[in-house]
């Protein structure tokens, strides 16, 4: 047993880092349920000397932003944006994967090699010539552009995990399967698919996250178009145009919080490989 | 592998390769050809835009903060990253606390911004603070509040802590397995021989995460070098808070250089390729394993 005077400042260390990270959430979430005076004349931990007086809090910052600064508007169109970004990525990466984790053809080890390569790209690098582009054909400002934006962003690390993960599923099934005569598309639909549901699960949540948590690539594509601005642009829209409204951005800046906090609380373990799997993307 | 049509393989393929070579090889190329043209992408310029790149003012302090970034943000993410996952080991709530300092990556960049403007708020003496950083300072301390975000002295390292908060987490949960890999034995045998617990730390726990160590590290650095959002949205890059990733947006939406931004672009690409190399290599070991 070590000394109990290093337990209380191992003790001490850990609860006051804790505390000290989870603090600014706290605030936020705190003031947004505030009223709009009240914000602005106190602090936010003032609410503490009496907490279960809830006639301090309100709901009126949600309802504000959520219908007369646009934030459901906005809400729908990270959803518009984000689940085919997740969805059409996650599908092309696994053909491609299982192309190259099963499939025998000329130049196989080379071209995967330039795939995973790609991963060095940074993005800014695509930025200029695909808007040129899009400004061509008409697709700035629209859904689809962002979608294959986003896809093209995630196939690298998508098909590099995948190839792996497939490859990595014992040889035998696949044989057998194969001499069982079923199709390529058989072993692909009924066997690598359903193996790697776990890759899978992380995958998607991390595409998921990394494109809902995305700014960039939506400021970029989608410009200052109101009408499919995901919350990331909405929100640092309002940061400029709403100045010292605490009271509103701080329930704004809930609002684009809350869903990635549900995945968060409810799928963490998934969560977690998801991010550490991805954290090498581009 | 059994036979099969030739071209079946490039059926699966293609959808992929397609895009790719649309969206990342095609660009890429793009990109780097631009930068040697103008602002309208119509007259070659020569090394005209890389000449200013490293010439003009406000790369010149951007180059400076990303470098500042990169030292500063990190060893504090990577050294408390260590230190946290070596020490919650030893706590039974340490699950708890790894997901309240990880938490923060679920959020986007844009949210924490916010967040972080909020605890940063100022207001003159006289007034209420609302801001908790200056409350404290006003309050507790009995000092003036500070300018986090406009105050040239300090103002990149309010912008560093907010980065610091969100990727800590990051690296106390890769660490933190890391540091569960090492046999237990192999510190019990060390503190039977009666080295202290600092003497482990420095010569039996480091060493073994070094391979660790060296990923999180570089992936930091890849980050760091790309930092944008955050910049964005709390400051823009005013108050000499410019980052090499928020000057190219500037050049390509505000100014319409896309020569300039090219140029930017590819100097990224150049300075990220290094370290990614690093990282990627590291990949293929584990891979032939």
Redesign the interface.
């Known amino acids: 047993m070590r000394l109990r005077p290093e337990r209380f400042f ?2 001490a ?2 609860i006051s ?2 505390l000290i ?5 706290i ?2 979430l705190v ?1 947004s349920f505030r009223p709009r005076d009240a ?7 003032t609410v503490f000397t009496h907490f279960w007086d809830l006639r301090q809090f309100t709901l009126q910052n949600y309802i504000e932003i959520l219908t007369a600064q646009g934030m459901a508007q906005a809400f729908r169109n990270s959803l518009l944006i984000t689940l085919p970004s997740t969805v059409i990525p996650i599908s ?2 696994a ?2 994967a ?3 984790a ?4 000329p130049a196989r080890r080379f ?1 995967f090699g330039v ?8 993005l ?9 582009v899009y400004n061509r054909l008409g697709l700035a400002g629209t859904f689809i552009g962002i979608w ?2 986003h ?3 995630g ?2 690390f998508a ?1 590099y995990l995948l190839r ?1 993960f497939f490859a990595a599923l014992p040889r035998d099934l696949f044989e057998s399967a ?1 001499l069982d005569g079923a199709s ?1 598309w058989t072993a ?1 639909w009924r066997l690598a698919l359903p193996l790697s549901t776990p890759a899978l699960a992380s995958l998607a949540i991390f595409q998921f ?1 990394w494109v ?5 690539v939506a ?2 594509y989608l410009g200052g178009t109101e009408d499919v601005a995901p ?2 642009v909405k ?2 829209g309002l ?1 400029n145009s709403l100045g010292q409204n ?1 009271h509103l ?2 329930a ?2 809930f609002v ?2 809350a869903l ?2 549900v ?2 609380l409810t799928l ?1 373990r998934y ?2 490989r998801g ?2 799997a991805g ?2 993307k581009g | ?2 036979w ?1 049509k ?1 071209w ?3 059926l ?2 293609s ?3 397609l ?2 070579a ?7 190329v ?2 780097l050809r ?1 930068s040697f043209y103008d602002a309208r ?1 119509e007259t070659f310029i020569g090394l005209e835009n890389y000449r200013w790149v490293f010439t003009a003012r406000p790369m010149r302090i951007a180059f400076r903060n990303n470098l500042l970034w990169i030292v500063v943000f990190t060893s504090t993410t990577v050294s408390l990253g260590l230190v ?1 996952a070596v ?2 080991d ?2 039974r ?1 340490e699950s ?2 790894k ?13 924490a ?7 940063y ?1 100022y207001r003159p003496p006289q007034a ?5 950083l200056n ?1 404290i300072l006003v309050n507790v301390f009995h000092t003036k509040p500070v300018a986090w975000l406009t105050n040239r002295h300090i103002n990149n390292f309010s912008l560093i802590a907010v980065g610091v ?1 969100i990727w ?3 690296n106390l ?2 660490l933190s397995a890391a540091y569960k890999g090492i046999p237990r034995e192999l510190l019990e045998a060390a503190r039977v021989d009666g080295a202290s617990e600092w003497q482990i730390f420095w010569r039996i726990i480091l060493p073994l995460m070094k391979p660790t160590l060296a990923v999180v590290t570089t ?1 930091m650095i ?1 980050n760091v ?2 930092v ?2 955050i910049v ?2 709390m400051t823009n890059g005013n108050y000499d808070t410019e980052v090499i ?1 928020n000057r ?2 500037k050049e ?2 505000h100014f319409r250089n ?1 020569g300039r ?2 140029a ?3 100097i ?2 150049l300075a ?2 290094p370290v ?2 690093i ?2 290599s590291r ?1 293929l070991e584990n ?1 032939e394993r």
């Open positions: 191992l003790h260390v850990l880092v804790a990270w989870l603090t600014p959430t605030g936020l003031s914000v602005l004349s106190s602090g936010w931990w092309v990466a053909l491609a299982y192309a190259f099963w499939m025998d053809f071209l795939v995973v390569g790609l991963m060095i790209v940074p800014q690098m695509t930025l200029i010539p695909l808007l040129r294959l934006a896809t093209g962003y196939l690298p098909i792996n194969y390529q692909f996250l809902w948590n995305d700014l960039l400021l970029i919350l990331t929100l640092t940061v605490w951005l701080t704004a800046a684009t919080m990635p906090l995945v968060f963490q969560f977690v991010i550490l954290s090498i | 592998m059994r099969q030739s079946l393989p490039w699966y393929l959808p992929a390769l895009i790719l649309a969206y990342l090889v095609y660009p890429t793009e990109t631009l992408g946290l020490m919650a030893r706590v709530y708890l606390f997901s309240a300092v990880f938490l923060p990556m679920a959020i986007s960049f844009a949210g911004g916010v967040i972080w403007l909020f605890m708020a209420p603070q609302i801001g908790l409350a908060w800590t987490g990051f949960v890769i992936t890849i070098l790309k944008f959002d964005y949205v990733a190219m947006y390509m939406f896309f931004a090219s930017i672009a590819v990224l690409l990220i390729l990614m190399l990282n990627m990949f891979e």
